[in-house]
């Protein structure tokens, strides 16, 4: 765990030492899927990226559940990094990162009670695109291609359930100061 604070305490400095900036950004397109993210960004050439999901808003996460079943919340966070081939926040980019994301239902029975339910997820991916910065807005468009691993699944669930590989198209709308 320390290793860990060391290695990011190190990275937010030498990012300090360069001219850093800070995005704020949204993935409006995430909203059909599993609830847009809400992205704090920081960096030059380098960056780290707090990311954080609000899936009642995504329309995936209403999906899904048979006649007995009723969605309750979801939520993910995540971390990212990404490397700017020209820095300043702009231009092409690789990146990897992961997310932490958890989604609660309940099983209604037929007195009317319910059983509640949770799954919880690690997700990692890895991610390339491009952004263009005009002012003070930013636009990025790109893709990531990652999997989840089941962390906490119902005991009824099948043995495949949480885990999958996906590739989701992105597009970042957003401002950077």
């Known amino acids: 765990m320390s290793k860990s604070i060391a290695f990011l305490l ?3 400095a030498f990012t300090a030492t360069a001219q850093a900036k800070v995005g704020f950004n949204i993935t409006p397109l995430e909203l059909g899927l599993y609830g847009p993210h809400l ?22 996460s209403h999906l899904g ?17 990404r490397t700017y ?3 300043d926040l702009e231009g092409g980019f690789v990146g990897s990162g992961f997310e932490f994301a958890h989604t ?3 099983e209604i029975q037929h007195d009317g009670f319910g059983n509640p339910y949770g799954m919880s997820q690690l997700i990692g991916y890895v ?23 089941p962390i906490e699944k119902p005991d009824n669930s099948s043995d ?18």
């Open 160 to 177: 495949e359930a949480g885990w999958g590989v996906m590739f989701i198209p992105t597009v970042e709308l957003g401002f950077v100061f």
């Open 104 to 106: 609660h239902w309940e």
């Open 85 to 87: 081939f020209t820095g």
């Open 65 to 81: 559940y048979d006649g007995d079943e009723e969605y309750q919340y979801s939520y993910g966070v995540g971390i990212g990094f």
């Open 39 to 60: 992205s704090f960004e920081y960096g030059d050439r380098f960056a780290v990226a707090m990311k954080g999901r609000y899936g009642d808003i995504g329309l995936l």
């Open 10 to 12: 190190s990275f937010l």
């Open 127 to 149: 991610e390339g695109g491009y952004r263009w910065i005009f002012g003070q807005f930013l636009l990025t468009l790109g893709g990531a291609f990652g999997g989840s691993i």
